[in-house]
């Protein structure tokens, strides 16, 4: 493609090539042809061939860098963005390449330095290798946790419409999936300064730097003010978000607790602000104690001379002692990356799992054979409480006593995650069972039912009197003896309320509240919450006094951000609404049939559901699918037959059902590939199956999962996105 003269420079100059490379147009021509034929590293040498030739020039620089970071050689590209930077202090290519090795390195403070400079430096002329470096420090922040750093680039992207609607929203589902923390999900806006205060001048200051996205000066400005307005929370707040934003999440956390202290700041804006601090204080230092370690010891194993036929005993004693249980391994990703397999693997559990007593997981051994560089051996591996529980049970069975710890390749996990991660089993019935009589939960229910409130038992029992790193080490009951770790105490139970995924979760945030002596919530009143209450709260509102559209705006926005109990609760008021449309319901009762608890309540709302395809016009075939997995469950024969005929009959030409249903049927233990060569054989005709699955290669041998909740006519369903979920801003 011809190179227009009077372009921008492709170094980031500011001038037109004519006046600028106007000598290098060919050569650049050239570059842009092989790069276009993916002949990236010609590219590069070509640019490199040319900078030895012409040195400092910026558009060849840039090209360089941007070639170098294409071809993944960082250490490279790093030197020669720094270069670059040397020759050209204000160029902001020069600056936003400076940032993308930063951020690569991990220095994402540095980076958001530079692109802040980059970007004051480009002011209104943005060229587009700017907005691809934007983009490229959006994931990279994103990937890092930094979210306030990525976040602050999408947000001037959409302010200075840089970018495609397209890749400003993919942007922002980048930032939205990348787990952003309950506390920081909130858009907080900058605040203006009290008009008669003496230092509002300089606070305006900096608040048009901070809105002309100067942030660097506008943290210089308000940070000058501390001194004369050291109890303003308008200066604090300022200076927490644009700390976020500048990837300067110590500070940022100590503008937040600050706030929190302040006189005069109400008690649940202190309990939100404290939460917005710990997180970032988790974000400055993931690892911080106290945490639970994930722990790896071994065992050599004295078999003697019976060799493996000891271990074939050995593996015996296992396989009938109640407390182990063999678990599945891949031998193909040992062999992969050159490592012996081992002979087995086996779980270890707490206690023999019975049919009414639920058994605690605690660790996987694994037993490896005599190789050629070592004997026989038993790994164990778990969380380092875990691993000390499972060494009494274990090492007697084995007779060995494990060594110390070896260094573990997975990180720790904080307390409170340690504790809700915890996976508890049921021993299934031997004998058969029949299918649950109608309106009666059936087998499956029970047992999930009987794990989940294991889960929650435990975690009632322990969290309150866990040291965590939330709290400065201390435990929430310890930590709500003062003020300042009250407040972190309720914000810890405030986010675990609003983000509950299930009733059992949600009831036990309730009973911590408690049996920690903790004051329940007041229930909020507001007919307009979305612009008058915190969405942290929104969980807490009688939705009875709600306005319609309010209530729908509640319902959307919670479940995008992941406020799931206020999702729940606001889509359960929806369709008790009288005036609420159909499609309102639909999108409520599906995700009520996502959150429902068992098979009894799916069939309910499916029941509903039905109900409104015949008034909506849509087709049935996911709900046919959605409670085929439910009968499944149940075992309901006769219903399951029904269905599968019905699918069969009214469906067998719409890929998206076929998928879901393959997707079910696998889940079930269909052998699904093999049903399918047998039809296709002639040894199955019929086969019960849809007649679009019939046909070898009709359905992918990896069918795409199908959501658990209900598909919307013309929408994803709710709580299962197609896309990764974006960071929403209420107001």
């Known amino acids: 493609m011809a190179i227009d003269l009077y372009a921008p420079c492709p170094g980031g100059t500011g001038k037109k090539i004519k006046f600028c490379c106007a000598d290098l147009t060919g050569d650049l021509e050239q570059i842009d042809r ?23 020039r910026a558009c060849l620089m840039a090209t360089q860098v941007k070639l170098l970071l294409a071809t993944r050689k960082f250490a490279e590209a790093a030197a020669a963005s720094q270069a670059f930077l040397a020759a050209f202090p204000d160029n902001p290519l020069a600056l936003g390449h400076t940032a993308v090795a930063d951020a690569i390195a991990g220095r994402l403070q540095e980076a958001a330095a530079a692109f802040d400079k980059a970007r004051e430096a480009a002011g209104a002329d943005v060229s587009p290798d700017l907005v691809r ?11 890092a946790g930094h979210t306030g750093f990525a976040q602050g680039i999408v947000e001037w992207m959409m302010d200075e419409s840089l970018g495609t609607a397209e890749e400003q929203r993919l942007l922002a589902a980048v930032v939205g999936s990348s787990g952003v923390p309950a506390a920081l999900r909130t858009k907080v806006q900058l605040e203006e300064a009290p008009a008669d205060s003496a230092w509002a001048p300089d606070f305006a200051t900096g608040l048009a730097h901070a809105r002309a996205w100067r942030l660097g000066k506008a943290l210089t400005a308000f940070r000058s003010l501390k001194g004369v307005a050291g109890e303003s929370r ?23 607790l600050a706030v929190a202290a302040m006189r005069g700041t109400p008690a649940e804006d202190a309990v939100e602000a404290t939460g917005r601090g710990i997180a970032l204080e988790t974000e400055a230092d993931e690892d911080r104690s106290p945490i639970v370690p994930y722990e790896r010891r071994s065992a050599a194993l004295a078999l003697g001379a019976e060799g493996s036929a000891a271990l074939d005993l050995l593996e015996d004693k296992l396989r009938h002692d109640g407390h182990f249980d063999p678990a599945p391994f891949d031998r193909s990703q040992w062999t992969a990356r050159g490592a012996a397999p081992p002979r087995s693997a086996w779980r270890v559990f707490e206690t023999a799992p019975t049919h009414e007593q639920p058994a605690r997981l605690l660790a996987t051994v694994l037993i490896f054979g005599r190789q050629t560089d070592r004997e026989p051996e038993a790994t164990l591996q778990g969380f380092q409480p875990d691993v000390a529980t499972a060494r009494s049970i274990l090492e007697p069975v084995l007779g060995v ?23 508890f089993r049921l021993e299934p019935p031997a004998e058969p069972v029949t299918a649950a009589p109608a309106g009666q939960p059936s087998l499956v229910d029970t047992m999930l039912a009987a794990q ?16 965590l790193p939330e709290l400065l080490g201390k435990s929430p009951r310890e930590a709500l003896g003062d003020a300042v770790g009250a407040r972190r105490v309720a914000a810890l139970v405030g986010e675990g309320e609003a983000t509950a995924h299930g009733r059992d979760e949600s009831a036990a945030w309730t009973e911590i509240r408690a049996r920690l002596g903790m004051p329940a919530p007041a229930t909020i009143d507001s007919a307009r919450p979305l612009e008058a209450v915190p969405p ?48 309102d319901r639909w999108e409520a ?11 009894v309540e799916k069939l309910e709302v499916i029941g509903r559901l039905r109900e409104l395809a015949k008034a909506l016009g849509a087709s049935e075939g996911m709900l046919d699918v959605a409670e085929l997995r439910v009968r499944l469950q149940r075992g309901d024969q006769a219903e399951i037959a029904r269905l599968l005929d019905g699918l069969r009959r009214h469906h067998a030409r719409d890929q998206k059902v076929l998928e879901a249903l393959a997707q079910v049927l696998m889940e079930a233990g269909v052998d699904l590939p093999g049903m399918m060569a047998a039809q296709a054989a002639g040894g199955m005709p019929g086969a019960g199956l849809p007649a679009g699955m019939g046909q070898p290669g009709a359905v992918p041998a990896a069918a795409p999962a199908a959501p658990s909740g209900i598909w919307t006519p013309g929408a994803q369903a709710p709580g299962r996105p197609a896309e990764k979920k974006t960071i929403w801003t209420p107001g």
């Open 452 to 467: 989940s409130a294991a889960v929650w038992k435990r975690f009632v029992a322990l969290w309150p009197d866990s040291a």
């Open 234 to 256: 308008p200066l604090f707040t300022n200076i927490a978000l644009i700390c976020e934003m500048l990837a300067r999440p110590f500070e940022a956390a100590e503008a937040w």
């Open 401 to 423: 006593s494990f060594g110390d710890a070896l260094p573990a390749a997975l990180p720790g996990a904080t307390p409170t995650n340690w504790l809700r991660g915890a996976q």
């Open 34 to 56: 092989l790069v276009e034929g993916e002949q990236v590293s010609a590219a590069l040498e070509q640019v490199e061939r040319l900078a030895a030739k012409h040195p400092g």
């Open 133 to 143: 470096i934007a983009a490229t420090l959006v994931q990279a922040a994103a990937q």
């Open 536 to 583: 942290l709260r929104w969980h807490r509102l009688d939705f009875t006094k709600v306005d319609l559209d309010q209530l729908r705006g509640v319902f959307v926005t919670a479940l995008d951000a992941g406020f799931e109990l206020a999702a729940e609760r606001s889509a359960r008021a929806l369709v008790a609404r009288p005036d609420a449309t159909p499609e």
């Open 589 to 599: 009762w599906s995700l009520l049939e996502d959150r429902a608890t068992n098979t």
